[in-house]
């Protein structure tokens, strides 16, 4: 009789200060929608291999944002939680209380950096698999790298991994390994016995070098920001995710135009096909909100045609939707919010579903954890209920001539 052998336990560790001099609060900054924090957690839960996720942090607001990604939250004492305690420190430590809480020995343990936003699961279940497999005993990304370096002396600068009077072509030198910092795979008792990452036989995990991104400074988060859009991963809620649906509605049920006639009177194009997908959202038992800046009587008409609740001429929408909240009992961490232009963005920071219409400002779909591929005022809100009800609705709304 075969006996199977169980799988490996894998603990991957990510530590999450509260305190940071360059960016204050860096861990809970949101990146496309999702803290810096969330996103390591979604990284390792995704990846084949881990059986466990920890945060190691010192701070409430991140063990909270741990926990409503899937992972533990490991109180780290003030003694491991200044500047100069190591990353190490702070994994031997989340170590020690894994296995006293939970009664298992850990087989294999990473250190995963919230810094590194660009981090994917195929990444971490590789580094995981080359320490399983035998392969290896430590493992880490790394982008590779055909740059010359240089260092300056007191004589001049000279080269560090080249001839200065010699440069081959680029295929024609061995690539260079950057270290990314962004995860390290490593054999847990060889971990406790040599009390650092590297160790034994060392892999290197390779990755894309323009997914190579570390958030040390405002810039580099601006950075992250612009290039979540075309880095991360398209991602659209469905009908489990999302307990709410509220609505900006100039710019996002419209085009953002205004038509004026002889008086001064006001007209806005709204969209057939979002009154369809907001009937339908309606029918399915979510709660509908438009929630809007203006205070204009085209606003009201088309909630009353529409059939839902409406506050309009609101200066401070991020309060007003915390009180909406509050008083329909809905976390806002499953409310889906759409919006176009900056005034959205503080509601943005509330949800859990940030939506940036296709025709957002640049800023908005940047905070945006999905974009419609719809422009506002062209169906975007009926592509958003296709997202949230399925393919009955899924059939394109065709712009205009």
């Given at each position: 009789?075969?006996?199977?052998?169980?799988?490996?336990?894998?603990?991957?560790?990510?530590?999450?200060?509260?305190?940071?001099?360059?960016?204050?609060?860096?861990?809970?900054?949101?990146?496309?929608?999702?803290?810096?924090?969330?996103?390591?957690?979604?990284?390792?839960?995704?990846?084949?291999g881990v059986t466990?996720?920890?945060?190691?942090?010192?701070?409430?607001?991140?063990?909270?944002?741990?926990?409503?990604?899937?992972?533990?939250?490991?109180?780290?004492?003030?003694?491991l939680a200044g500047?100069?305690?190591?990353?190490?420190?702070?994994?031997?430590?989340?170590?020690?209380?894994?296995?006293?809480?939970?009664?298992?020995?850990?087989?294999?343990v990473l250190l995963?950096?919230?810094?590194?936003?660009?981090?994917?699961?195929?990444?971490?279940?590789?580094?995981?698999?080359?320490?399983?497999?035998?392969?290896?005993?430590?493992?880490?990304?790394?982008?590779?790298?055909?740059?010359?370096?240089?260092?300056?002396?007191?004589?001049?600068?000279?080269?560090?991994?080249?001839?200065?009077?010699?440069?081959?072509?680029?295929?024609?030198?061995?690539?260079?390994?950057?270290?990314?910092?962004?995860?390290?795979?490593?054999?847990?008792?060889?971990?406790?016995?040599?009390?650092?990452?590297?160790?034994?036989?060392?892999?290197?995990?390779?990755?894309?070098?323009?997914?190579?991104?570390?958030?040390?400074?405002?810039?580099?988060?601006?950075?992250?920001?612009?290039?979540?859009?075309?880095?991360?991963?398209?991602?659209?809620?469905?009908?489990?995710?999302?307990?709410?649906?509220?609505?900006?509605?100039?710019?996002?049920?419209?085009?953002?135009?205004?038509?004026?006639?002889?008086?001064?009177?006001?007209?806005?194009?709204?969209?057939?096909?979002?009154?369809?997908?907001?009937?339908?959202?309606?029918?399915?038992?979510?709660?509908?909100?438009?929630?809007?800046?203006?205070?204009?009587?085209?606003?009201?008409?088309?909630?009353?045609?529409?059939?839902?609740?409406?506050?309009?001429?609101?200066?401070?929408?991020?309060?007003?939707?915390?009180?909406?909240?509050?008083?329909?009992?809905?976390?806002?961490?499953?409310?889906?919010?759409?919006?176009?232009?900056?005034?959205?963005?503080?509601?943005?920071?509330?949800?859990?579903?940030?939506?940036?219409?296709?025709?957002?400002?640049?800023?908005?779909?940047?905070?945006?954890?999905?974009?419609?591929?719809?422009?506002?005022?062209?169906?975007?809100?009926?592509?958003?209920?296709?997202?949230?009800?399925?393919?009955?609705?899924?059939?394109?709304?065709?712009?205009?001539?």
């Amino acid at each position: 009789m075969t006996v199977k052998k169980p799988s490996p336990t894998v603990l991957a560790v990510i530590p999450a200060r509260g305190g940071s001099k360059g960016v204050p609060a860096k861990n809970l900054a949101p990146v496309a929608g999702i803290p810096l924090v969330g996103r390591a957690v979604r990284a390792c839960l995704g990846a084949v291999g881990v059986t466990d996720v920890a945060v190691s942090t010192d701070d409430h607001a991140i063990a909270a944002a741990a926990r409503s990604f899937g992972a533990e939250a490991v109180p780290r004492p003030a003694a491991l939680a200044g500047d100069t305690a190591t990353s190490e420190s702070a994994v031997l430590h989340a170590l020690d209380a894994f296995e006293a809480t939970h009664g298992r020995t850990a087989d294999v343990v990473l250190l995963v950096q919230c810094t590194s936003p660009f981090l994917t699961s195929a990444e971490v279940a590789e580094a995981v698999a080359r320490i399983t497999s035998g392969a290896a005993d430590t493992a880490f990304t790394a982008a590779p790298s055909h740059g010359f370096l240089w260092r300056e002396t007191a004589d001049g600068a000279t080269g560090v991994n080249h001839d200065k009077a010699h440069r081959p072509r680029r295929q024609d030198r061995e690539a260079e390994y950057l270290e990314t910092g962004a995860v390290y795979a490593m054999d847990a008792a060889g971990f406790r016995t040599h009390g650092h990452r590297f160790f034994g036989r060392t892999a290197v995990v390779v990755t894309d070098p323009a997914r190579v991104l570390e958030i040390d400074d405002p810039h580099d988060l601006a950075r992250a920001k612009a290039l979540a859009p075309l880095l991360d991963e398209p991602a659209t809620p469905g009908f489990a995710d999302v307990d709410a649906v509220v609505l900006d509605f100039d710019g996002t049920q419209t085009d953002d135009r205004v038509h004026l006639d002889a008086e001064g009177r006001e007209f806005v194009s709204a969209h057939r096909g979002d009154g369809l997908g907001i009937a339908a959202l309606r029918r399915a038992g979510l709660p509908v909100l438009i929630l809007s800046t203006e205070q204009n009587p085209v606003v009201a008409a088309r909630a009353r045609k529409l059939k839902i609740p409406v506050l309009h001429g609101i200066d401070r929408k991020d309060l007003a939707l915390k009180e909406w909240c509050e008083a329909e009992s809905i976390d806002p961490a499953r409310v889906l919010y759409a919006g176009n232009d900056v005034n959205d963005l503080p509601c943005f920071h509330l949800v859990g579903w940030p939506v940036a219409v296709g025709s957002a400002h640049d800023s908005v779909r940047a905070a945006a954890r999905a974009v419609t591929v719809t422009p506002g005022g062209f169906g975007a809100i009926r592509e958003i209920a296709a997202w949230l009800l399925g393919p009955e609705l899924n059939t394109p709304t065709p712009l205009p001539n």
